[in-house]
């Protein structure tokens, strides 16, 4: 019998546990499609903006950990459509498109930053969701002491020496102290004009508490510590304009202020997948405020039994957008799918099993909430810690995540400082590029061989000249 043919969308925590869930099944074959080659360990972006671990630490390339899954392949691109009535996938990369057939869909595409409908922003503010933009940071963060350091009036050096956090979650209360941490233990003996102690950190959000989801007195500890770091955290007040010196606020008393600033960081809101759109124009499902797709009790889409929507672009019982939702949705509809192909009942519909929450906010401190217990500091940071090694994928990345973390917390140091002209530069200059002038494959007619047979995927160059055909539909298969 013709293996089940099942693709899956995304290589993130939803993506890749959900493929790993099918396994031990002879009779699927899974394709695992993706914009990026890795898998990407998100909890630790702020660290690689830091400077604490490299990329390759936290990115596992998804090709390897699934090396051993001989019913998986992986291929490479863009999800730009999805078609359920022909039920194929069609992704791009750098101009070659490849379609893929599927019997069981699973769309765990994540989501991307929400700028609250002002886009513009990006241009200053980058946010943090990817390795580029991670890198981008890193570059804007230890630029800024470099540009301070040769600033001759002292209001460039203050705006230089200014750090605007947005968004008093997690991710902004991790960037705010470990930018405060860089500013006051890593580069303090670095600069001769500067002292980098003299850094203006400022964390803002329009909700009243930092860490709302940890709860007031987590929220309070969090807020403590960060003073005493010398965070300035700015509640209440929301960022009405972003430019390239700096942002302009509204307090909650409606005053407006300005804060002259080169570096700004956007960890505020999210907004699920592009995907979700395409996924609800041709079923019966809804999109939420997020742009999250309303999936049913059993993750599936309504309408639709042979297609799953798991993770961070899925909206059910308002669960939050965390690493764990991803995690055991994946399994669940794993186990979903493996059910229907064996002719067994569904199993019950899926129930989340919240095992906690944490967020460090400087070495040695941190908070965490885990059932009805509630504890910051030390003991928060250790158990911290410890999941993230237990979390972290792949044996290399774990014994070099611990080395970096050595270096970093014990000692002073940040083994991850290199900054290249690519990672500050690239993102805007992309985003200002006509599509016409980027990059595409080679058309190259030699390359047209006839269809090996049943190819799973099919693939054409889509850089052909205009009114010239595309290279042939039955090309070869991708792998
Ligand atoms: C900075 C940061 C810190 C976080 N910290 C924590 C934390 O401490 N604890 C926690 O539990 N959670 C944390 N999260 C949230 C957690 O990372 C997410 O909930 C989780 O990654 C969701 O998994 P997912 O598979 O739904 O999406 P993702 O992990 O985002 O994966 C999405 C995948 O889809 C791919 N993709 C997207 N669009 C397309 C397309 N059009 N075509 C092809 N591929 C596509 C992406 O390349 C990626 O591989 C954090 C997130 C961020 C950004």
Known sequence: MAPHRVVVIGSGFGGLFGTQALRRRDDVEITLVAKTSHHLFQPLLYQVATGILSEGGISPSTREILARQKNARVILGTVTAIDLGAKTVTSEVLGRETVTPFDTLLVAAGAGQSYFGNDQFAEYAPGMKSIDDALELRGRIFGAFEWAELATAPAERDRYLTFVVVGAGPTGVEMAGQIAELAHRTLRRDFRSIDPRQARIVLIDAAPQVLPSFGDRLGGSARDRLTKMGVEVELGTKVVGVDSTGIDIEKSDGTPARIEAMTKVWAAGVQGSELGAMLADQSDAELDRAGRVRVNPDLTLPGRPDVYVIGDMASLDNLPGVAQVAIQGARYAAKHLMARLDGKPAPPSFSYFDKGSMATISRFSAVASVGKLRFSGFLAWVLWLAIHIVYLIGFKQRITTLLHWTVSFIGRGRSERTVTAQQILARNIIR????????????????????????????????????????????????
């Open 432 to 479: 200002t590029m006509d599509p016409k002038d980027l990059p595409k494959l080679p058309v190259v007619e030699s390359d047209h061989v006839t269809p090996t047979p049943a190819p799973t995927s099919t693939t054409r160059a889509s850089a052909s000249a205009p009114g010239e055909p595309a290279s042939d539909e039955g090309g070869h298969s991708a792998t």
